[in-house]
């Protein structure tokens, strides 16, 4: 078992790679009553094309897959693993994103049987026709739930508008039609190719004993039968340059319009350290630019241009990243073009230097602070940790992070390369 000491945030955390490939880490935190665990695959919605474990060919498999094998994985052959959890005295849920499908628990009590039945229910499968088909139904109520919401039509529509065949442009969940046409074969060959323990990372948080952690997690491994790990071949995403659409307009019930400029940022840096880099610069720009404390909120909000609702944010994953702004607005028409200009301006936009010190020192504060979260922790390492990056060295980038990162990070604003999604009131 590895040790790794991070003085900075005064944590240590262990570390064993199981003879099947799975990741293990623990991190203790002493006067934790809770413990949080995370078992998380990289296995995502952008994952329809891929050559299956123990075939040659590239397959296709219908869109949302991932996000339906996840409502699957909790039936058990003699019930539901969510009861399961319950009668332990812990509470379960699960989440799907664009490139990683994670299982959680979070308990304050008997971490060790919750972390086994955890790695139990997920590395078996049981799936019938009969149980299949049900859940068909529940995912489509669940498509249309968010069919009817208009802060989350105005957000994928402006990621609809950016891409032209990357599938981060379909929703999660798929469609009602992709779901129907969705088979058993389909879910576990996604199950035996994504699921293998090679592809998969295990986090435990809070109020555990390391060494007692690890044995029982060896243990329940070794028990266990796997085919012969071997690395994934997923189908490269030939996506163009030029964005897919404009702006689009869609009519919704809604009282106010919402309106969302996005913008396509094609040339991702080459190595993990320099996509932090390029991550906590944007994240910093956003905050001078587009957080409450910001004068240009400040104006704006007077102008009547927004509301409590505007901000802006940068989403950065496996292969492609993108920056979203906006929110409610009474003034559609002048806040699109104010947000326009802005983004014409930014590449040349003369940030202070004191006020990135002021941000990054701040941003600093509350990475540190949300260390006293098992949970904030757990999703952190995840998310990076598939992008081949320890959270806990962020501290550090950020430590020498520069104003020159700033100014390379205000060329991702390119006019050219914007969209506007606005959601207006129904006639």
């Not at 190719?193 to 952690?213: A, C, D, W």
């Amino acid at each position: 078992m590895e040790i790794f000491d991070y003085t900075t945030l005064k944590e240590r955390l262990y570390h064993e790679k199981m003879p099947n490939g799975l990741e293990v880490y623990l991190l203790k935190k002493e006067g934790f009553s809770k413990t949080y665990g995370l078992f998380a695959t990289k296995f995502g919605s952008i994952d329809t094309r891929f050559v299956p474990l123990g075939q040659t060919e590239m397959v296709k498999v219908p869109d949302g897959v991932a996000h339906f094998l996840e409502h699957k994985m909790f039936e058990m052959p003699d019930g539901d693993a969510s009861d399961a959890f319950s009668r332990l005295g812990a509470a379960t849920n699960a989440f799907t994103s664009s490139s990683r499908t994670a299982y959680l628990f979070s308990t304050g009590e008997r971490e060790l049987e919750c972390t086994e039945l955890l790695l139990d229910f997920v590395q078996d499968i049981y799936l019938t026709e009969k149980n299949v088909e049900k859940e068909k139904g529940i995912i489509c109520q669940e498509i249309k739930m968010y069919d009817d919401d208009p802060d989350w039509q105005n957000y994928f529509g402006a990621i609809r508008n950016l891409y032209v065949s990357h599938p981060v442009a379909v929703d999660i969940a798929g469609t009602c039609e992709s779901v129907n046409a969705t088979q058993i074969t389909d879910l576990e060959t996604c199950y035996r190719t994504f699921y293998h323990p090679s592809n998969m990372v295990l986090f435990v948080v809070g109020h555990i004993e390391p060494e007692q952690m690890m044995e029982m997690i060896r243990k329940n491994q070794a028990a266990k039968i796997f085919a012969n790990p071997v690395p994934i071949k997923r189908e490269k995403i030939n996506e163009p340059d030029e964005i897919a659409s404009a702006k689009t307009v869609t009519e919704m019930d809604v009282v106010m319009p919402k309106l969302t400029l996005a913008i396509k940022v094609n040339d991702l840096p080459e190595t993990p350290y320099a996509r932090i880099r390029r991550e906590l610069s944007m994240n910093i720009i956003m905050d001078l630019l587009f957080s409450k404390s910001s004068s240009l909120y400040h104006e704006w909000l007077g102008k009547g241009l927004i509301n409590d609702t505007f901000g802006g944010f940068f989403t950065q994953e496996r292969d492609y990243s993108y920056i979203q702004i906006g929110g409610d607005t009474a003034k559609p028409d002048v806040l699109e073009q104010a947000l326009k200009e802005l983004v014409k301006q930014l590449p040349d936009y003369p940030f202070e230097e004191a006020d990135f010190e002021r941000i990054r020192k701040k941003t600093m504060g509350n990475f540190i602070m949300m260390f006293n979260s098992p949970e904030n922790i757990a999703n952190l390492f995840i998310r990076y940790h598939f992008e081949g990056f320890s959270a806990f060295e962020l501290i550090d980038v950020l430590n020498d992070l520069t104003f020159q990162d700033l100014n390379d990070a205000k060329q991702c604003f390119k006019i050219d390369l914007a969209t506007i999604h606005l959601v207006n009131p129904r006639q």
